[in-house]
């Protein structure tokens, strides 16, 4: 058996988890907010509506953005967006870590179908 969980930051409702989390990391990687929907398997409008309601709940921009031309467009996460994403890695290992421990304590002795 194991542990299953969503975790989230809620400001003013549901702000930001691993989706949006996962989708800066991308941009973060290809400097593009289109390649990164792509690899989620996300529509570009999808990706990003996601990030416009991230930055309006917590009032922080999360991309620059270069539009394209001779050389090409681009994304580049904001300072803002890089210490969000800093700050949510260790929070969510430290999260998980928690978790599984609280459920090691009250469910790792039992064995499926067990009565007490």
Known sequence: MKVGFKIWIDH???AFGDG?????KRVEKTHS??????????????AWRLLR????KLGIPLLNR???GASGGGSQLTPE????IA????????AKSA???IFHRHFQPMKMGERE
């Open 12 to 14: 003013h409702g549901k």
């Open 20 to 24: 949006p989390y996962e989708l800066l």
């Open 33 to 46: 907010l289109h390649q990164a929907a792509l690899q989620m398997r996300m529509s570009y409008s999808k």
């Open 53 to 56: 309601m991230v930055e309006k």
């Open 66 to 68: 270069k539009v394209g």
């Open 81 to 84: 967006a890089r210490k969000l």
């Open 87 to 94: 700050r949510y890695e260790p929070f969510r290992r430290e």
């Open 99 to 101: 978790i599984e421990k």
